[in-house]
C-alpha cells in the first residue's frame, strides 16, 4: 500500500514561517507530479502549490512569492516552504501526488491524511 504522510503543521504567528513535509511510502515505482492543497473552514480544497517529477513549480497566483514548493526524489518527499503567513492562510493542508506503483501499470492519484496549520493575528 501506498501512503503520504504529511508533518510540519503547527500553531505561528503572522508574519512566522512554517515548513510542510510529505514522504510517500510503500511499492513506488515513480512519483510523478506532487501537489499541496489546503482547506480553510467553510471553503472549497484549493490547489497551493505543484512539482513535477522534472522539478517544474506552480503556484496559485494569490501565494506566488511567499510559498516555495520543493522536493527531493531520493527521499520521496515533498517540501512546501511558507513564508510571511496570515491569518487567512490558517487551513488543513494536504499532500497529493500521482504514484505509479509498477512499471506497466498507470499512475494513481493519493491523499495524505493533511496537517492543520494555524496562523495567529
Known amino acids: 500500500q501506498v501512503q503520504l504522510v504529511e508533518s510540519g503543521g503547527g500553531l505561528v504567528q503572522a508574519g512566522g514561517s512554517l515548513r510542510l513535509s510529505c514522504e510517500a511510502s510503500g511499492i513506488i515505482f515513480r512519483l510523478n507530479d506532487m501537489r499541496w492543497f489546503r482547506q480553510a473552514p467553510g471553503k472549497q480544497r484549493e490547489l497551493v502549490a505543484a512539482?513535477?517529477?522534472?522539478?517544474?513549480?506552480n503556484y496559485a497566483d494569490s501565494l506566488k512569492g511567499r510559498f516555495t514548493i520543493s522536493r527531493d526524489n531520493a527521499k520521496s518527499t515533498v517540501h512546501l516552504q511558507m513564508n510571511s503567513l496570515k491569518s487567512e492562510d490558517t487551513a488543513v493542508y494536504y499532500c497529493?501526488?500521482?504514484?505509479?506503483?509498477?512499471?506497466?501499470?498507470?499512475?494513481?492519484?493519493?491523499w495524505g491524511q493533511g496537517t492543520q496549520v494555524t496562523v495567529s493575528s
Open positions: 497529493n501526488a500521482d504514484i505509479q506503483r509498477y512499471r506497466f501499470v498507470q499512475a494513481t492519484n493519493y
Open positions: 512539482i513535477t517529477s522534472g522539478g517544474t513549480t
